[in-house]
Nanobody
Framework: QVQLVESGGGLVQAGGSMRLSCAAS????????MAWFRQAPGKEREFVAR????????YYTDAVRGRFTISRDNAKNTGYLQMNNLKPEDTAVYYC?????????????????WGQGTQVTVSA
């Protein structure tokens, strides 16, 4: 199993930037694809971005494409989500997740390992 811990959330003004980190421990991080999801108050958890075990082939939801960048450093057992040009609608709890599925998926049920989440608040 792998354990995930997010960090880097907080409060930022619209148009600002923030980088989230996801520290992994336990089983070798590079065995897993990694994704970021988010959940805003009163809404369902939604897919944000996904990256393969090797760091290639990133996928993004349309709402963040061109503003967010997902990456990972397997040597450091850490994944990242760089968020630029943040908007108030990006306000949510952001979750890091890991999956053994070898194919691209945005279904939360395909991710068996989750962090506790980190709050991101974007003020207008």
């Amino acid at each position: 199993q792998v354990q995930l811990v997010e960090s880097g959330g907080g409060l930022v003004q619209a148009g600002g930037s923030m980088r989230l980190s996801c520290a992994a421990s336990g089983r070798t991080f590079s065995y897993y694809a990694m994704a970021w999801f988010r959940q805003a108050p009163g809404k369902e958890r939604e897919f944000v971005a996904r990256i393969s075990w090797s760091g290639g082939t990133p996928y993004y939801t349309d709402a963040v494409r061109g503003r967010f960048t997902i990456s990972r450093d397997n040597a450091k057992n850490t994944g990242y989500l760089q968020m630029n040009n943040l908007k108030p609608e990006d306000t949510a709890v952001y979750y890091c997740a890991a999956s053994v599925k070898p194919y691209y998926t945005r279904m939360s049920t395909d991710y068996g390992y989750w962090g506790q989440g980190t709050q991101v608040t974007v003020s207008a």
